[in-house]
């Protein structure tokens, strides 16, 4: 069966320094992969998806970044974090055209 | 734009009391609408797919149907374990490229003993 795992669970950043979340897929290959953002009082955003390796669409301007660097590794970086950027990152997986699974989340809180 | 409006945004109901969550969507061609379960803290749980208007599905207590404007989620004879916030989502047949799924608000039910 397949599996998505994220960390860390929680990160509390200052303003200003370097964000690296990651999310590994089990059991699939080839998998789309995604990250989401979910803000106090908003339904969850998609930030960026990824059809294979080095492969990346982002769908909203941002101070964030994402990479594929191996084919079930999904990263989702910051050089310099902003405020804004505080929220509930998830990671998602699917087979093309097919149903999400998601990850536990990233709760980052940035100070 | 895709949209997605879920109501209410809460809802409080006795344990046993039925209701239904509304999920209206607009879309440039529907490829799926799809209910997740996300309880706090975590990340949200698959609970159903549906492809074309007057499709329904259930599991356990849930029943979710879909018509071209909206579906609902009908919870029969709700329990406290299902207290969650429940996410309607929308996949558009033309992405562009991406399967990204454009999601409501969410619906925060609580059941009471």
């Known amino acids: 069966s397949q599996t998505i795992h994220q960390w860390p669970a929680t990160l509390v950043q200052p303003v200003g320094s370097p964000l690296s979340l990651e999310c590994t897929v089990e059991g699939t290959s080839n998998p789309n992969l995604y990250w989401y953002r979910q803000a106090a009082g908003r339904g969850l955003q998609l930030l960026f998806y990824s059809v294979g390796i080095g492969q990346i669409s982002s769908e909203v301007p941002q101070n964030l970044s994402a990479s594929r660097p191996q084919d079930r590794q999904f990263i989702l970086s910051s050089k310099k974090l902003l405020l804004s950027d505080s929220g509930f990152y998830l990671c998602?997986?699917?087979?093309?055209?097919?149903?999400?699974?998601f990850g536990a989340g990233t709760r980052l809180s940035v100070l | 734009e895709d949209q997605v409006t879920q109501s209410p945004e809460a809802l409080r109901l006795q344990e046993g009391e039925s209701s239904s969550l509304n999920c209206s969507y607009t879309?440039?061609?529907?490829?799926?609408l799809f209910w997740y379960r996300q309880d706090p803290g975590k990340g949200p749980e698959f609970l159903f797919t549906l492809y074309s208007a007057g499709e329904e599905k259930e599991k356990e207590r849930l029943k979710a149907t879909l018509t071209k404007k909206e579906s609902f989620l009908h919870i029969t004879a709700p329990k406290p374990e299902d207290s969650a916030t429940y996410l309607c989502a929308v996949q558009a047949r033309e992405g562009g490229g991406a399967d990204g799924l454009t999601f409501g608000k969410g619906t925060h039910l609580i059941i009471q003993p």
């Open positions: 998602a997986w699917s087979r093309p055209r097919n149903i999400q699974y």
């Open positions: 879309v440039s061609g529907l490829r799926g």
